[in-house]
């Protein structure tokens, strides 16, 4: 089975995100595609319908020059404008201006073309070699009865819609293919994860254990002082080690709620990472009102502290300041620290977000904090100034 389903949520989550970018993309381009494919089609149908239609007008066209040409010659006789039921007709003279018509709409005809269609009608143009009656162009129309554009379009959307049906489904198989070796990769990663933290476990806590009990008041200052570094270096194994536990198994231990004491657990985690403070010269005051209570885990809880805390000293200067307070409804946490600018308090609670790669650690323990506030209902502020420190504020 997969070897931690906290970091595979994590993982399906941000491949999902990945996978609906990417579709997102491939679906506009492929629509783009669709689109331009769809233009030249309905041209080509149209050019073709055109082309179809000019036959006709085309004869409709020589029988109303012939019936110039005879209106011309007995125009005496006659006078009157051949007509047809089968089309209408304008003629205009040399300088465009219209001499006789019975279109829809004389003012849109366009004598620069020879066919084209228009508002519903088809109108087919013709330059006369010889003048009759003054004329010198010829202008035939017929309804446009729009067959041809309501089947283009049914055959638009229709193919056109099984195409990107296509192209979604393509590029769902290629996304997939192209996050395969990632996922593998990542698989493999979440095992040495498990597996690592699993066999850390054992040394650890063997190695804190015995070092509690040296009395170094008998040793010598120099042992003292390699002890207190073996200490420092296995506390913060440890730490590490609670929470890449945390994120591996927090989603199958039930949590166990009960009536916790903050106070007292407060007071705890600060002198067990008073030693690691200690290393950086960093002095740590508190103040802790008496008889805090949450209804909370305490596994949970302790690592929500441990991480406000160990952040406070991993990112604090040398010879820094850290301040705790508590008071009901409210834990503060404050350092004098590097800070943080905007953007990067925009992004604080990310998992494996590092704002200095210079100090050591993955990135995970502000994101823990969020998961196990947003578990229980928590607000996490926290106010930051870059070179200034930050405050953190959970409140409930």
Do not use: C
């Not at 085309?58 to 089309?87: A, C, V, W």
């Amino acid at each position: 089975m997969s070897a931690s389903n906290a970091t595979a949520t994590n993982i399906s989550r941000s491949e999902r995100r990945t996978l609906l970018r990417f579709l997102g993309l491939y679906a506009f381009l492929a629509f783009l595609i669709l689109i331009l494919g769809s233009t030249i089609y309905y041209r080509l149908q149209k050019d073709l319908m055109l082309q179809t239609k000019r036959l006709k007008l085309e004869e409709y066209s020589k029988e109303l020059i012939d019936g110039l040409k005879l209106l011309h010659i007995y125009f005496d006789r006659y006078r009157t404008y051949p007509r047809n039921p089968l089309y209408r007709s304008a003629i205009y003279d040399a300088d465009k201006v219209q001499i006789f018509s019975t279109l829809k709409d004389p003012q849109g005809v366009r004598l620069d073309k020879v066919i084209y269609t228009t508002d519903h009608v088809i109108q087919y143009v013709h330059v006369l070699d010889s003048y009759y009656l003054g004329a010198k162009y010829v202008v035939v129309e017929i309804d446009d009865d729009r067959k041809w554009w309501v089947q283009t379009w049914k055959n638009i959307l229709i193919y056109g819609g099984a195409l990107l049906i296509l192209f979604l489904i393509a590029g769902l198989v290629l996304v997939r293919l192209f996050l395969a070796p990632m996922r593998n990769a990542i698989h493999l990663l979440d095992r040495f994860i498990k597996d690592t933290t699993h066999e850390l476990n054992t040394p650890v806590s063997a190695i804190l254990s015995n070092v509690e009990m040296i009395d170094t008041d008998g040793l010598d200052p120099k042992t003292a002082k390699k002890i207190a570094r073996i200490e420092i270096a296995a506390r913060t194994i440890s730490h590490i080690y609670q929470d890449l536990t945390y994120l591996v198994l927090h989603h199958k231990v039930a949590s166990r709620d009960e009536d916790l004491d903050l106070s007292r657990l407060v007071a705890e985690r600060i002198d067990y990472f008073k030693i690691l403070a200690e290393a950086k010269k960093i002095e740590i005051e508190s103040d802790i009102q008496p008889g805090v209570h949450l209804h909370i885990d305490r596994g949970k809880m302790t690592r929500l502290i441990d991480n406000l805390l160990s952040n406070a000293i991993k990112y604090n200067r040398r010879r820094g300041s850290i301040f705790v307070r508590l008071r009901p409804g409210e834990l503060l946490v404050q350092d004098s620290g590097i800070g943080m600018d905007d953007e990067a308090l925009k992004e604080a609670f990310k998992r494996y977000k590092r704002f200095d790669e210079s100090v050591g650690g993955f990135g995970i323990g502000l994101n823990i904090v969020a998961m196990i506030a947003k578990e229980y209902g928590l607000k996490v502020s926290i106010k930051s100034r870059k070179g200034h420190g930050s405050e953190v504020y959970v409140r409930w």
